[in-house]
């Protein structure tokens, strides 16, 4: 941006949703915050911008050409699916994102869903509710059955930091692990899978790739039928990767061994859910907090402020466009 003017506009239109403080901004400048803007409010809070921070406000087309003013989105999150990146580009509008701010945090937490599934603890918590236990004839309760991730295979979609991240715990616990390529791709690389191959034989499988048209109900009724029986499926990535009621009903037949997700298609899921509704202990929802330590959202509330102070003073950081 290198600007010369005397102060730069900014506006942040879902503060509510980072709930740690942003740091300082380097320079003169005029920061109007506000905890939420519905989508009707967009342009009004908007209009007089040179920068906007986003964290979930979507912007189409239609309101990018609305905001002459506007120089830069800066994404306080790292999926963009919500942004028109191409009609950005088409009005030299640039676009930032945060990066790996949160690969421990979101890898620990498929990595807790994985546990709690696989040792069957939401059913043997149900059955001491229960009173299952209090009823044994013997020291303890034989319910649902236990399993080792020792010696399990995972299937990890997506090989980013996360992806990684989950990887290396998993090895620590005596998986196997494997990457999955892309639905349809041609070459398989040493240490990967065809995603055919990884639904048929993976134990669990976790996903960890961007939510767009390509990854959109990448894992439904077809892929659910051909994963492994028993299997397990993590879900901390994007809602929209899994169609939720093929899910639900293999869940209801027996075909999976469990289901843990941190996302839902709809957030907050305000006209309900059919995974929210269901009462299977193989069913562990979690409300899109995987990302949420308080580190990591300190590490991102820094990089905002970092992405917006470089682009300021002439340079891009985390570019997207």
Known sequence: MAT???????VFLDQDSLPVA??????????????????????ERCLDADIVITNKVGFDATTLSQLPRLKML????TGVNHIDLEACRQASIAVSNVR??????VAEHAFLLMLALIKNLPAYQRDIRAGAWQQAEQFCHFGAPIRDLQGAELGIVGSGGIGQALAARARAF?????????KGAAIIRPGYLSFDQMLSCCDVI?????????????????????????????NCARGGLVNETDLLAALEQGRLGGAGFDVLESEPPQNGSALLDS??????????????????????AQQVVDNISAFVGGEMRNRVV
């Open 4 to 10: 010369s003017m005397s102060s730069v506009e900014i």
């Open 22 to 43: 942003l740091p300082a901004l380097p320079f003169e400048h005029q920061l109007r915050h506000f905890s939420r803007t519905d989508r009707e409010l967009v342009l």
């Open 74 to 77: 800066a994404v306080a999150a």
């Open 100 to 105: 790996h701010y949160g690969d421990d945090t």
């Open 174 to 182: 005596g998986m196997r692990v494997w990457f999955s390529e892309r």
């Open 206 to 234: 976790s996903l960890h790739c961007p939510l767009n048209s390509e990854t959109r109900h990448l894992i439904a009724a077809d892929e659910l039928a051909r994963m492994k029986p028993g299997a397990l499926l993590i």
């Open 279 to 300: 009462k299977l202990p193989q069913l562990l929802v979690t409300p899109h907090i995987a990302w949420a330590s308080q580190p990591a959202m300190i590490r991102l």
